[in-house]
């Protein structure tokens, strides 16, 4: 079965909006990362955590690990036209480092 | 170079065509991997190469064959395709645990895709 559940499907927001998307995970996870695709384009790295607890920003992004290492969070403070693409989480277990689960991913449309 | 390259972009091929795709790096990865991305999914990993040996098949079947031929080139060899195997195919590669930087070691760079129909 599915292993990383990501909501909501989609969000349309307009330009100046919050947006944020979450991971939940059925098992501990050893580390996840997050990615965004443009459309027609491939996934690109945005970042990874690997702490408990931890907590990221990149300018507008800001990027959670839960303290469980079970559920992540992507949150982006005044969504730009720029923040338009699906954006998916992808998490590995200890034991398997190289072997991603990716979430179903979250489709974001930002309306000027 | 943090490039990673598909060859080609586009393939259409019948149900009993051979065909392969090809896919570089040299970024020094020792980690490549091949997902299937279908419309508005996720990618779905298919194989990893780590030290060019395949490390994980997550079940695919046997008309989807991987080669890893040297630390820089993956390659997938398709046989007797299905209509349902259409899809945009992604290469990607990752440095491995052990060998990488403090932040984001394993942080996969994927190349454009192949995008395969076939008929």
């Known amino acids: 079965g599915q292993q990383v559940m990501q909501i909501p499907q989609y969000q349309h927001v307009q330009e100046g909006e919050d947006f944020t998307t979450y991971c939940n995970s059925s098992?501990?996870?050893?580390?996840i990362q997050w990615y965004k695709q443009r459309p027609g384009g491939h996934p690109v790295f945005l970042i990874q955590l690997v702490k408990s607890g931890e907590v990221k920003k990149q300018k507008r992004l800001t990027f959670q690990f839960g303290e469980a290492k079970k559920n992540s969070s992507l949150h982006i403070t005044a969504t730009q036209t720029t923040d338009v693409g699906t954006y998916f989480c992808?998490?590995?277990?200890?034991?398997?480092?190289?072997?991603?689960?990716f979430g179903s991913g979250t489709k974001l449309n930002v309306k000027p | 170079d943090t490039e990673v390259t598909q060859t080609p972009k586009h393939l259409v091929m019948g149900m009993t065509n051979k065909k392969s795709l090809k896919c570089e790096q040299h970024m020094g990865h020792r980690a490549m991997y091949w997902y299937k991305q279908k419309a508005k999914k996720p990618p779905e990993l298919m194989f990893v190469?780590?030290?060019?040996?395949?490390?994980i098949n997550e079940s695919v079947p046997s008309r989807f064959s991987p080669e890893c031929p040297n630390s820089s080139l993956l390659n997938l060899h398709l046989h007797a395709l299905q209509p349902e195997d259409s899809a945009l195919y992604l290469c990607?590669?990752?440095?491995?645990?052990?060998?990488?930087?403090?932040?984001?070691?394993?942080?996969?760079?994927f190349g454009p895709g192949t995008r395969l129909t076939v008929l």
């Open positions: 190469y780590s030290y060019e040996k395949l490390s």
């Open positions: 990607a590669s990752s440095q491995e645990r052990g060998i990488a930087a403090p932040a984001n070691y394993n942080e996969q760079f």
């Open positions: 992808a998490g590995a277990r200890a034991y398997n480092f190289n072997k991603f689960y």
């Open positions: 098992t501990t996870l050893s580390n």
